[in-house]
């Protein structure tokens, strides 16, 4: 952003163009009074006690600072008589009308102001009388975007209300009002909950409010698209599924992005996931037209879709808005879950292009990718329970074992292309680059869903993780970190979707936890349960939970090392397709990490050298990351590690030492 | 015989980017085709402000740091 040179009472400050003048000045170590400017809130210049003169083109001036943006090269002049006279009867008239309230004293004070001679029948006595300020408004309708409380009444009647004079049932006592009120006007009852110390959450929660009202818009737009916002930067780092994970990236991808979503979105508003919560990222579309199924021709109201649902669509090949608000309805209303839905659909897909089924089989569905109305088809009679849609219902699991055993595909070729671990369908990322990534999708306790452990810009964009050692840490922390607030109830979100603009004071490493958004989970707890929480405590406490979800695991007979072991396709290029489209990376890869030439030689030979590497690769990671959870190399917890955490039970002992 | 190494700079440890006179940070992250709205970046462990990142130089062979702060669905 340019900069343009300032001056300020003889000094010269370089300010960013379009920013306001108050900061600005403040910088220099100049005292501006204010009553209604906020740091982080839209400042208003309602007050007027800002004003400073300004002298541009040879005119001169007097603004109200707080909001007057630098567009040129000005000379400011904060102290004139003119700027005292305007202050000081201003300051005058506000201790006339409340003459107790102490943030009013101090600022006349600094006016240079002690009395006033403005004492009439509106005068509120009261120490914490509401003196108009707007803060509470201003943050009802930018922290949490409800536009709850206003301003009513004209001249001398002027007072805050909500709509009707009445208390408005939208309003979820986030506090936030009461937060930023330079009075004590707006009393809070704490009486929810009964956590122990609410001014601590309370403190920390509003940090996270500010961060949402005054970072989001140049960070993630999570207000905006909510999640889906990444669909664009996942295909431009060959990272988006698409064709069943064959592929990274599509040209079609435009078509469903942030940009093309925008336009079709059409609340920008919370729509009740967590009423209050001031990043509200569940998004909406009004009067959606369905186009199939029992409610054909019905307007409805479509939840969504998230980045996930937005991907399995892009993962079949169907890139367009309209199917995935359908197939999202339908998914929601039928209690289907769009990630594993997308993932199985995609699965079918390209096994009915490789000949594995045809359209006989498929009940005449021509499931090709992209095949838009016969996926919503599929979608039906996987509802209904009817037919090959049954099947389909079951997942890619039921699929594999099914159709080896009819004999339609090599059982080795299905396992490679068939996404799922543990039984449950991978959810939507590319993780082919990323050896952590492949890991923390295989290795998570609930098979390959994303929440335990997302590393793949971490490992695979900055290399911030790049020997095996550091790779086991990742696997060790972040599953635990995100276990453990989601065992809290506390929102993954707010975690990492948004950023503090100082979080580069970090180091990188610990750049990627974002410390300051840990700390205030863990004042969250603190103030709720009274307890003082660091990173060993919250790992200690984390991995408690997380080995018994290994051991339960193995109870079902799915804890062992093979049951860590990925697909191929989320490990490599399983087709020659596949590799052939990234032939430089792969070629490159064999070239400087194997030290294999692959001049000359065939795709299949390539591939089969790719392969073996990326497979010992994996398995050494593996390894890394059981010995740093303290599991064996079959991936069962220790005992020793049981004790460790006091859960050498003899019921779990009897787990890890098997029948 | 004296080679003349390639005017080269590194980024993130890893991939190595051939320099231009004149490049800027713009210039890396461009060629990288990284276009994050989280991103951190640090030139021989300098940290680069965003409003510079088009008018920051970027010697050569230097050591570029760009961190993408993982966030996701």
């Known amino acids: 952003m340019a900069q343009i040179n300032v001056i300020i009472d003889g000094k010269t400050a370089a300010v960013a163009a379009g920013s306001f003048l108050l900061p600005a000045i403040r910088s220099l170590g100049i005292e501006i009074p204010t009553l209604c400017f906020h740091k982080d809130l839209t400042p208003t210049g309602m007050c007027r006690l800002c004003v400073v003169e300004v002298e541009s083109r040879g005119k001169t001036r007097l603004v109200t600072s707080c909001n007057y943006p630098v567009r040129e090269e000005i000379a400011v002049r904060t102290g004139t008589p003119a700027v005292a006279k305007h202050r000081e009867i201003l300051a005058e008239m506000y201790l006339g009308r409340w003459p107790n309230v102490p943030i009013v004293k101090e600022v006349a004070a600094k006016c240079g102001v002690n009395s006033s001679r403005f004492r009439s029948a509106i005068t509120d006595e009261n120490p914490h009388a509401c003196i108009l300020c707007g803060h509470c408004v201003r943050a009802c309708d930018e922290f949490i975007q409800e536009r709850i409380l206003d301003f009513a009444g004209r001249g001398i009647k002027r007072h805050l209300t909500m709509p009707y004079g009445e208390v408005d049932p939208r309003c979820v006592g986030c506090t936030s009002c009461a937060y930023v009120c330079p009075t004590g006007a707006i009393e809070v009852n704490d009486d929810l909950n009964h956590p122990v110390d609410p001014q601590m959450i309370r403190d920390h929660g509003m940090k996270i409010n500010a961060e949402m009202a005054t970072l989001d818009d140049k960070q993630c737009c999570m207000r905006q698209v909510g999640t889906a916002?990444?669909?664009?930067?996942?295909?431009?780092?060959?990272?988006?599924?698409?064709?069943?994970?064959?592929?990274?990236?599509?040209?079609?991808t435009p078509r469903i992005d942030m940009n093309a979503l925008k336009k079709r979105l059409t609340q920008g508003v919370s729509d009740g996931c967590w009423k209050g919560c001031s990043?509200?990222?569940?998004?909406?579309?009004?009067?959606?037209?369905?186009q199939t199924g029992p409610y054909r021709g019905q307007k409805v109201c479509v939840d969504g879709p998230e980045y996930e649902t937005a991907a399995a669509c892009s993962n079949m090949g169907c890139f367009d808005l309209d199917f995935v608000?359908?197939?999202?309805?339908?998914?929601?209303?039928?209690?289907?879950?769009?990630?594993?839905?997308?993932?199985?659909?995609?699965?079918?897909?390209?096994?009915?292009?490789?000949?594995?089924?045809?359209?006989?089989?498929s009940g005449g569905l021509e499931l090709r990718f992209g095949a838009c109305a016969d996926v919503l088809e599929l979608l039906h009679r996987m509802a209904r329970g009817e037919g090959f849609g049954a099947d389909v219902g079951k997942g890619v699991r039921y699929l594999k074992e099914k159709w080896a055993r009819e004999g339609r595909a090599d059982p080795a070729y299905l396992q490679d292309i068939g996404m799922e671990v543990k039984g449950l369908e991978y959810s939507e990322y590319v993780s082919k680059e990323s050896l952590a990534q492949q890991a923390g999708y295989a290795m998570a306790v609930k098979g390959p869903q994303h929440d335990e452990a997302w590393l793949i810009f971490m490992d695979m964009v900055n290399n911030q993780i790049p020997s095996?050692?550091?790779?086991?840490?990742?696997?060790?922390?972040?599953?635990?970190?995100?276990?453990?607030?989601?065992?809290?109830?506390?929102?993954?979100?707010?975690w990492n979707d948004v950023v503090p603009a100082d979080n580069k004071?970090?180091?990188?490493?610990?750049?990627a936890k974002i410390p300051d958004h840990v700390r205030n989970y863990f004042k969250f707890f603190e103030g709720m349960t009274g307890k003082p929480l660091d990173e060993k405590m919250m790992l200690a406490q984390s991995a408690r939970a997380h080995n018994l979800q290994r051991l339960i695991c193995r109870m079902l007979g799915k804890g062992a090392r093979e049951d860590d072991m990925p697909p191929y396709r989320a490990v490599g290029p399983v087709t020659k397709e596949e590799y052939e489209s990234r032939a430089e990376r792969y070629d490159k890869q064999l070239r400087d990490l194997i030290g294999f030439d692959p001049a000359g030689k065939t795709t299949e030979e390539k591939m089969q050298a790719l392969r073996k590497f990326r497979m010992g690769q994996y398995n050494k990671v593996v390894d890394a990351a059981y010995k740093a959870r303290g599991w064996d190399e079959n991936g069962v917890p220790t005992i020793e590690r049981l004790k460790e955490l006091g859960m050498d039970l003899p019921e779990l002992v009897a787990i890890v030492k098997g029948p | 015989m004296r080679v003349e190494k390639p005017p080269m700079i590194v980024v993130n440890n890893r991939d190595k980017l051939d320099w231009r006179e004149g490049m800027t940070v713009q210039d890396v992250l461009n060629a990288m085709r990284f276009d994050y709205a989280l991103i951190v970046v640090s030139v021989n462990g300098a940290q680069v402000e965003k409003d510079a990142f088009a008018t920051h130089p970027v010697p050569d062979g230097a050591s570029v740091q760009v961190i993408h702060i993982a966030h996701g669905g």
């Open chain 1, 279 to 290: 990043m509200a990222c569940a998004k909406t579309v009004d009067n959606f037209e369905l």
């Open chain 1, 468 to 494: 095996f050692t550091d790779k086991a840490y990742a696997l060790y922390y972040f599953p635990l970190w995100r276990t453990w607030f989601g065992l809290q109830g506390l929102c993954k979100i707010v």
């Open chain 1, 229 to 252: 916002n990444i669909v664009g930067v996942m295909d431009r780092y060959d990272l988006l599924p698409v064709h069943n994970y064959r592929f990274g990236s599509h040209p079609d």
């Open chain 1, 325 to 361: 608000f359908e197939f999202n309805f339908y998914c929601d209303t039928y209690a289907i879950d769009t990630i594993s839905a997308g993932t199985t659909i995609a699965f079918v897909m390209e096994c009915f292009e490789a000949g594995v089924i045809d359209k006989t089989y």
């Open chain 1, 505 to 511: 004071k970090h180091p990188p490493q610990a750049a």
